[in-house]
């Protein structure tokens, strides 16, 4: 799985960090998200299916392999 | 042919008016009207207070579709803008928060306030929030039941929360509850210009003594950070700090004292949720009371800026669209047997914070101040019930969030 999180839509609504904290953060700053693993390890892949669905920004994009 | 599409409108007869009240009955779900609509009519026009028409939208997949879709507007000053009461065009004139702003506005001004509310900012305020909870039940139980848990309780844990957040004394909590209250009155549209007058004068007279010594707190950061810099308006600030005081704690609010109601009316429930002391299982129950009570009542409220083809309708350009959030909570297709509470059940793709990139910059701040309190009350107060009869409880139908004037309990 290759994740894709598009900086400039995140609405820092911080869905993603609930989500799938291994793979998320925020930035300090404004809460905008930061990708931690663009390509997590199988067991993250239900979490960042989660995060990408509830995302409100549709900001991440998953390539399945 | 794309007239056609609009006016046989899968209905015929006059358009039902929105919105519409629940019913006492049935306090916890969306009202029977608006889920006979998303039966039968789920892109329905419909009759607005003013005798304007509206596209509604009660439908999961329809309104997140919309609520994503760059070819919708928030820009409450944008003609074809349905108005949510009378008076609100005209104190949208006076002053408007990025919420009723389009992109880059908005995201400009959104991103001068995000970085508190992200998640592990919030989460570094948990311990504080309990602290806070505990002793607010301390007080209460020394005093006499019955007690009102809203004014004991519900109302004061969200504005000693965002009151240390922003840096507003707690101290005034009468007054900006009061005039929040009125702010957000549907019916009351004098009284409610009244309240953005008061609370106006009141918040920008704070930034002003922010700007003169500065504090540890948000109104401080962005006083001296963005206005005294000239990035931001001193008047922008002031929608601003209105927005995050009156949606910090009138939303929370009303969902402490509904959730309580709720939880009390739903005994199992309630005994499964004070058997656990799991995170995970409270986070959920959470939730899963957000998806039911979905307490926003009024919709969020748009305007297409282009022609959108959606379901078998066609939304023209410059026509009004409401987005009800709380019947796409109760659709079917996406949660199953939907006015039952399960808190057992996986509600986490809710829509009760909205959808698109006005969602909710509060969500996290709202779930760690619910945990807290859903993990706390039912266990610290395990004999909480109500004192009077449910049928006869002071509903709020006229705001536009909904919940309970009073809640009366005894222990």
Redesign the interface.
Known sequence: MRVTLHQDKCVASGQCVLAAQEVFDQRDEDGVAVLLDDNPPAEAHDDVRHAAAVCPALAITLAES | MTDTLTDTASDTGPEPGYPIDRSPRCPFSPPAGLRELQATAPLRKVRLWNGSAAWLVTRYEELRAL??DPRISSDILRPGFPQVSLGSLERARRQTSFLVMDDPAH?RL???V??P??????QAMRPEIQRLVDELIDTMLAGPSPADLVREFALPLPSLVICHLLGVPYADHAFFQRNSAALLNRNSADRATEAQRILTDYLDGLIGEKLARPADDLLSALATEQVATGLLERRDLTAIAILLLVAGHETTANMIALGTLALLRHPDQLDALRATDDPARIAAAVEELLRQLTVVQTGLRRVALEDIEIGDQMIRAGEAVILAIDAANHDAAVFSEPDRLDLGRDA??HVA?????????G??LA?VELQVVYGTLYRRVPTLRLAGDPAELPYKHDSIVYGVHELPVAW
């Open positions: 609520a994503g995201a959104r991103r001068m995000t970085g509310f992200a998640v592990k900012r919030i986490r793709h914070f909205g959808y698109g990139v006005h969602q909710c910059l969500q996290q779930r």
